[in-house]
T-cell receptor, first 111, second 115 residues
Framework: GQQVMQIPQYQHVQEGEDFTTYCNSSTTLSNIQWYKQRPGGHPVFLIQLVKSGEVKKQKRLTFQFGEAKKNSSLHITATQTTDVGTYFC???????????FGAGTRLFVKA | GAVVSQHPSWVICKSGTSVKIECRSLDFQATTMFWYRQFPKQSLMLMATSNEGSKATYEQGVEKDKFLINHASLTLSTLTVTSAHPEDSSFYICSGTGLGSYEQYFGPGTRLTVT
């Protein structure tokens, strides 16, 4: 069945360093969403990418959707301690019937 | 990683009937479980948070009498959609987290269609 793989599982960075998490689907996606979960909280929606090759930015966060609509990445420039948390990608299949979550990447930022 | 299962994976029911969705943590004790619903091409929407042995906490706008959540054990939470209507048709997904853990594990989801 459809799988969404997310790497890395964990990432430790020094404050000010960049961070990237990658998401790969075994099948073509209709869209991909990214969520952030703060420690102790629940996932909060960040963004949705729909178009092939789409790139969207939110301040220091850059989201990309691959040309084949099977992979995506989230890049954080100059991390801050407030970026700490787990970042999940979630891919919706082309039939629109199912969303599969990646396992998440947990980001640790050391001040 | 830990595994969360959901049953059924999809269900079709008639308007006015009730449907129960099960969410099970297979290899860890889920002290907290979250229930979400999602419409196609839209984001996940948190419906409620349930802690084992306690009443669920519902998000604003979610009818607790319509979406009954039970979290009677550390490995099982259920969501019952009572008197379902076509507008309840959606993708329902649960997730669980263990005591003192920040890791959250998602179930595969349940597609509900109400005719």
């Amino acid at each position: 069945g459809q799988q969404v793989m997310q790497i890395p599982q964990y990432q430790h960075v020094q404050e000010g360093e960049d961070f990237t998490t990658y998401c790969n689907s075994s099948t073509t996606l209709s869209n991909i969403q990214w969520y952030k979960q703060r420690p102790g909280g629940h996932p909060v929606f960040l963004i949705q990418l729909v178009k092939s090759g789409e790139v969207k930015k939110q301040k220091r966060l850059t989201f990309q959707f691959g040309e084949a609509k099977k992979n995506s990445s989230l890049h954080i420039t100059a991390t801050q301690t407030t970026d700490v948390g787990t970042y999940f990608c979630a891919g919706e299949n082309t039939g629109g019937f199912k969303t599969i979550f990646g396992a998440g990447t947990r980001l640790f930022v050391k001040a | 990683g830990a595994v969360v299962s959901q049953h059924p994976s999809w269900v079709i029911c008639k308007s006015g009937t009730s449907v129960k969705i099960e969410c099970r943590s297979l290899d860890f004790q889920a002290t907290t479980m979250f229930w979400y619903r999602q419409f196609p091409k839209q984001s996940l929407m948190l419906m409620a948070t349930s802690n084992e042995g306690s009443k669920a906490t519902y998000e604003q706008g979610v009818e607790k009498d319509k979406f009954l959540i039970n979290h009677a054990s550390l490995t099982l939470s259920t969501l019952t959609v009572t008197s379902a209507h076509p507008e309840d048709s959606s993708f329902y997904i649960c997730s669980g987290t263990g005591l003192g853990s920040y890791e959250q594990y998602f179930g595969p989801g349940t597609r509900l269609t109400v005719t």
